[in-house]
């Protein structure tokens, strides 16, 4: 039995058991007078007590079918969250990973104080191509610390 079936059981043994008590106000009068008339309204509230019975059923299946989905997709949602989180973290420990391989950048001042030499000697270097520096994304000219140590140690031999 539907939703709607239930819903319009419940609402026709509300009218006949409204009819039996109160008649319908113009032409009908009430019909609550004897035993008969008795035997029917109690007739009429079991029927609408089955039929609210029937309601109440209905929504708690509902509620139940409602509250099963609410958990399955929590669940869903927990799993995709935990996936995410694992991506991530992989995600995060590899540019770590690649971080660690790639020497540290200083700056041309850095650079020129380890190097015993002015600011501008390490920028003529730069344009030269003596010294290779790097210009990361929003970031002034940096040079690998490798690339100094190497130019340290030729001036040493040189």
């Known amino acids: 039995m539907s939703a709607r079936d239930v819903v319009e059981d419940f609402r026709k043994a509300d009218l006949r058991l409204r009819l039996l008590l109160f008649g319908d106000g113009a032409v009908t009068p009430p019909l609550v007078k004897g035993e008969v008339p008795r035997q029917r309204v109690t007739s009429e509230i079991k029927h609408l007590r089955a039929a609210f019975d029937r309601l109440v059923e209905r929504e708690r299946a509902s509620r139940s079918e409602v509250a099963d989905a609410a958990r399955a997709l929590e669940s869903e949602l927990t799993q995709r969250a935990a996936l995410q989180a694992a991506a991530q973290r992989v995600a995060v ?66």
């Open 93 to 158: 420990q590899a540019a770590a990973e690649r971080e660690a391989e790639r020497p540290p950048l200083v700056t041309p001042a850095e650079a020129a104080k380890v190097l015993g030499m002015s600011s501008s000697s390490v920028y003529r270097a730069i344009r030269n191509g003596t010294l290779e520096a790097a210009t990361p994304v929003g970031v002034p000219v940096r040079v690998s610390s490798a690339e100094v140590l190497r130019l340290l140690a030729e001036r040493r031999r040189g």
